[in-house]
């Protein structure tokens, strides 16, 4: 679905992305972590276009993203980035709506069996009595809720999420990762998720890819991944990898010590 070859960027005289290759598969899920300011956002960015003047390839189904016009990249990828922009207070109806501009023709209006899926949507996240409520007035977690129901209104088989859960309460961060997951596991679609939620991620994801300094430093199936020696390195902080007792998925620990030194 997604395949990274040899890519590179820079922020002026700063190198963000340095010899980045990785593919991620059909229907995988994969969890994107790693320290502040070690590209995660910058190579999602490269990823959905938002980044064009980068060196190295990207391909999404096989194809070169710089071959796809805007118009044919929308309908193979969906983003929700981190706290977007509106220029105007859209109702929450016409915000998911939005997700069905990539198959409007000019000057088209809505169809209405657009108009029928997206209530549906909104129906099927349970957010439905959300419709004619406006941006401004929703809390941090039903507006990233929206933003993930228009993303689906857009029908791709490729979603990309910067932070889909920051800033929100655990009830809203384990709804949002289990309806990433439903999604993945019910409906095939293929994930590739920022957090800097690693336990979060490590519950839900099936891969984790760790970035850090700019470059891979692992990529691979979730309990392969998450490792104490790897992710101390990362992190810079005494970290202990457990089994969560309820899933069996890894669970990340702090174990401090009085004098603040890594305790091995």
Same mark, same amino acid.
């Not at 999602?44 to 060196?55: E, H, N, P, S, V």
């Not at 929450?92 to 990539?102: A, E, F, H, I």
């Not at 029928?116 to 909104?122: A, F, N, P, Y």
């Not at 692992?218 to 899933?247: M, S, Y």
């Given at each position: 679905?997604?395949?990274?070859?040899?890519?590179?960027?820079?922020?002026?005289?700063?190198?963000?992305?340095?010899?980045?290759?990785?593919?991620?598969?059909?229907?995988?899920?994969?969890?994107?972590?790693?320290?502040?300011?070690?590209?995660?956002?910058?190579?999602?960015?490269?990823?959905?276009?938002?980044? @064009?003047?980068? &060196?190295?390839?990207?391909? /999404? !189904?096989?194809?070169? $993203? #710089?071959?796809?016009?805007?118009? %044919?990249?929308?309908?193979?990828?969906?983003?929700?980035?981190?706290?977007?922009?509106?220029?105007?207070?859209?109702?929450?109806?016409?915000?998911?709506?939005?997700?069905?501009?990539?198959?409007?023709?000019?000057?088209?209006?809505?169809?209405?069996?657009?108009?029928? @899926?997206?209530? &549906?949507?909104?129906?099927? /996240? !349970?957010?439905?009595? $959300? #419709?004619?409520?406006?941006?401004? %007035?929703?809390?941090?977690?039903?507006?990233?809720?929206?933003?993930?129901?228009?993303?689906?209104?857009?029908?791709?088989?490729?979603?990309?999420?910067?932070?889909?859960?920051?800033?929100?309460?655990?009830?809203?961060?384990?709804?949002?990762?289990?309806?990433?997951?439903?999604?993945?596991?019910?409906?095939?679609?293929?994930?590739?998720?920022?957090?800097?939620?690693?336990?979060?991620?490590?519950?839900?994801?099936?891969?984790?890819l760790i970035l850090d300094n700019s470059r891979i430093i692992a990529f691979g199936k979730t309990d392969e991944v998450l490792?104490?020696?790897?992710?101390?390195?990362?992190?810079?902080?005494?970290?202990?990898?457990?089994?969560?007792?309820?899933?069996?998925?890894?669970?990340i620990l702090y174990n401090y010590t009085e004098n603040g030194e890594l305790d091995d």
């Amino acid at each position: 679905m997604i395949k990274v070859e040899n890519l590179y960027y820079s922020y002026s005289d700063k190198l963000v992305l340095d010899d980045v290759s990785f593919t991620v598969d059909r229907n995988d899920f994969v969890g994107v972590i790693g320290p502040n300011g070690a590209g995660k956002s910058t190579l999602l960015k490269c990823l959905c276009g938002y980044i @064009k003047d980068y &060196q190295g390839d990207v391909y /999404l !189904n096989n194809i070169q $993203l #710089s071959d796809y016009s805007s118009l %044919e990249r929308a309908r193979q990828v969906s983003v929700v980035v981190q706290q977007p922009h509106f220029e105007f207070d859209f109702t929450v109806r016409d915000v998911v709506l939005m997700g069905k501009y990539p198959y409007l023709g000019f000057w088209q209006n809505y169809t209405s069996g657009q108009i029928v @899926k997206t209530e &549906q949507i909104l129906k099927d /996240l !349970n957010i439905g009595h $959300l #419709s004619n409520r406006y941006l401004a %007035e929703l809390s941090g977690g039903e507006f990233q809720l929206i933003m993930i129901a228009r993303a689906l209104n857009q029908d791709t088989d490729i979603l990309l999420f910067d932070e889909p859960a920051s800033h929100l309460d655990i009830h809203h961060q384990i709804r949002i990762f289990s309806l990433l997951q439903q999604q993945n596991l019910k409906q095939n679609k293929t994930i590739f998720a920022v957090s800097h939620n690693i336990n979060l991620a490590a519950e839900f994801c099936n891969k984790i890819l760790i970035l850090d300094n700019s470059r891979i430093i692992a990529f691979g199936k979730t309990d392969e991944v998450l490792k104490k020696k790897a992710l101390r390195k990362v992190f810079q902080v005494p970290i202990e990898v457990i089994k969560n007792p309820f899933t069996g998925k890894p669970n990340i620990l702090y174990n401090y010590t009085e004098n603040g030194e890594l305790d091995d």
